[in-house]
């Protein structure tokens, strides 16, 4: 059973840092490409970025370039989103989303639960 | 502002048939395939409709999607209480080299 665990979300002060990780199990993760959506409370979903299996293509939305990183360690099978400079804006649920392929423009067939990022002073 | 553009509401009575557009422009929608996602309120969103057309396994055949130029339509036939919840259409963006989400519709089951 293909199974996306968020972790790393929370409180964070307006110009702060933090850590997202995605852990995935029941599939070959190093296989496909991975995603980060976001949804601001009672808002739409809003992609972040995309990296395909071995790292070679990364996105990015025009409101987190430059901003945020995302990496993914396919020993562990796990996805990372790096969340800097932090904007009161950047407040949502942050979904991981597996690509149903290994190309970035293959539809996201799985999702996480999502994990809360509340920017805030 | 979202880059596809969906009607904010629909409704419809239990058995009818509803439709749900999606409107975008050649770089989006018209270069790309569209893929559908159900949200049911409070969990997280599922994919319902891919390749324009696809149903991921275990979607029931009420469900279909189709695309034409630079629109989508999302198609619900025998309408469920169950199916209330908010649909979002997606597609690639070769101009912005990144996934773009219509702003959702929220199906209302009378």
């Known amino acids: 059973e293909v199974q996306l665990v968020e972790s790393g979300g929370g409180l964070v002060k307006p110009g702060g840092s933090l850590r997202l990780s995605c852990a995935a199990s029941?599939?070959?993760?190093?296989?496909?490409?991975m995603n980060w959506v976001r949804q601001a409370p009672g808002k739409g979903l809003e992609w972040v970025s995309s990296?395909?299996?071995?790292?070679?293509?990364?996105y990015y939305a025009d409101s987190v370039k430059a901003r945020f990183t995302i990496s993914r360690d396919n020993a562990k099978n796990s996805l990372y989103l790096q969340m800097n400079s932090l904007r009161a804006e950047d407040t949502a649920v942050y979904y991981c989303?597996?690509?149903?392929?290994?190309?970035?423009?293959?539809?996201?067939?799985?999702w996480g639960l999502g994990t809360m990022v509340t920017v805030s002073s | 502002q979202s880059v596809l553009t969906q009607p904010p509401s629909a409704s419809g009575t239990p058995g009818q048939r509803v439709t749900i557009s999606c409107s975008g422009s050649?770089?989006?929608?018209?270069?790309?395939?569209v893929n559908w996602y159900q949200q049911i309120p409070g969990t997280a969103p599922k994919l319902l409709i891919y390749?324009?057309?696809q149903r991921p396994s275990g979607v029931p055949d009420r469900f279909s999607g189709s695309k034409s130029g630079t629109s989508a339509s999302l198609a619900i036939s025998g309408l469920q209480s169950e199916d209330e919840a908010d649909y979002y259409c997606?597609?690639?963006?070769?101009?912005?080299?990144?996934?773009?989400f219509g702003g959702g519709t929220k199906l209302t089951v009378l």
């Open positions: 990296i395909t299996t071995s790292s070679s293509y990364i």
């Open positions: 050649s770089s989006d929608i018209g270069s790309n395939t």
């Open positions: 997606a597609t690639w963006d070769d101009s912005l080299n990144g996934w773009v």
């Open positions: 029941g599939f070959t993760f190093s296989s496909y490409s």
């Open positions: 390749s324009n057309n």
């Open positions: 989303a597996r690509g149903s392929g290994s190309f970035s423009t293959d539809a996201f067939d799985f």
